[in-house]
């Protein structure tokens, strides 16, 4: 695809470049027999099958996943949005909310549910916290642990 593109931007600057003449129609016929050599060039291969092994992986296309980079990734999250979350408390006036989120397994960004651990809290307060944290979380599940 390259070469196409090489080929025929090459004959666009000759066809700039080139002079009127007596010569300037062969010249032409000369390109145009290259142009169609480049386009055509490709084509056995195309038919054998072997074209399209230039794009596949040696595992037969399967794409791997870096773990590592995953796993990253995910932790990065996760601390992001349990900061953002005791920050979003606290700017309401809750600093010392305790809470654990537990996260979809599946989907690193997906939070499943909030669980505050403070059980001194009067209803006013949990009604309080709780649509604090759900605004921040979304649908995810919100709940007051009981001990």
């Given at each position: 695809m390259i070469g196409i593109v090489g080929v025929v931007s090459l004959g666009v600057l000759i066809e700039i470049v080139l002079p009127e003449g007596?010569?300037?129609?062969?010249?032409?016929?000369?390109?145009?027999i290259i142009v169609i050599f480049v386009i055509v060039a490709p084509l056995p291969k195309m038919m054998k099958g072997?074209?399209?092994?230039?794009?596949?992986?040696?595992?037969g296309?399967?794409?791997?996943?870096?773990?590592?980079?995953?796993?990253?990734?995910?932790?990065s999250i996760h601390k992001s949005v349990?900061?953002?979350?005791?920050?979003?408390?606290?700017s309401n006036g809750y600093d010392n909310i305790i809470f654990e989120i537990t996260f979809d397994e599946d989907y690193a960004y997906t939070i499943r549910k909030v669980v505050v651990k403070n059980s001194d809290l009067t209803d006013d307060e949990w009604k309080k916290i709780r649509s604090i944290i759900t605004e921040y979380v979304g649908r995810a599940?919100?709940?007051k642990e009981d001990t």
């Open positions: 007596e010569n300037t129609k062969y010249i032409r016929g000369i390109f145009s072997d074209f399209f092994k230039d794009f596949v992986t040696d595992d296309g399967n794409i791997q996943i870096d773990e590592d980079y995953y796993q990253s990734l995910k932790d349990t900061e953002g979350l005791q920050e979003k408390l606290s599940t919100v709940e």
